[in-house]
């Protein structure tokens, strides 16, 4: 079984903060996507990454920053929180094995900043 | 640009019923496309892929089916139960490797 895991499943953090949300695959994909998910907007795709040191923006990469130093790690990093970014962060992974370019979601990392 | 929809946003059937989710799709030149499940609070589940050769994907209760030239996919759950009610949400693969979501199906199965 595929299994994609998020740091926290709960964050309250406060407006200037900085803030790092990790994601963790235990399956050695290449493919590794950060979403946010607010209602009535859908998933909306931030950054992914290809491989390591590689990333490429998403649609809506303003305010966020990802690194991913180790295939297994890829981490969203808000340098300095606001209020608008108060939201649903779910983690994903492109897997291309047996079962051809499926998508596994981490269990998302509900954020709010006060 | 390709646009994912699924209507209705929410939906409450009786148990036991037979149920269609539908999700529609502009650009007909997809990779493939995914059904998922999203309870509350939760992560997305993955429930089934078709591959843009294939016709439909059959999972316990669940088959989705896919018309690449009508640009439609349908989720079909046989014999509902209250454990079905979830948000349900379809994805789209393009050519060129974007996955676009639908903004999904909340599902309410009344006991």
Known sequence: DVKVTQSSRYLVKRTGEKVFLECVQDMDHENMFWYRQDPGLGLRLIYFS?????KEKGDIPEGYSVSREKKERFSLILES?????????????????????????????????? | KQEVTQIPAALSVPEGENLVL??????SAIYNLQWFRQDPGKGLTSLLLIQSSQREQTSGRLNASLDKSSGRSTLYIAASQPGDSATYLCAVKNRDDKIIFGKGTRLHILP
């Open chain 1, 81 to 114: 929180a606001s209020t608008n970014q108060t939201s649903m962060y779910l983690c994903a992974i492109h897997h291309t094995g047996t079962s051809e370019n499926e998508q596994f979601f981490g269990p998302g990392t509900r954020l709010t900043v006060l």
């Open chain 1, 50 to 54: 290809y491989d390591v040191k590689m």
């Open chain 2, 22 to 27: 539908n999700c529609s799709f502009t650009d």
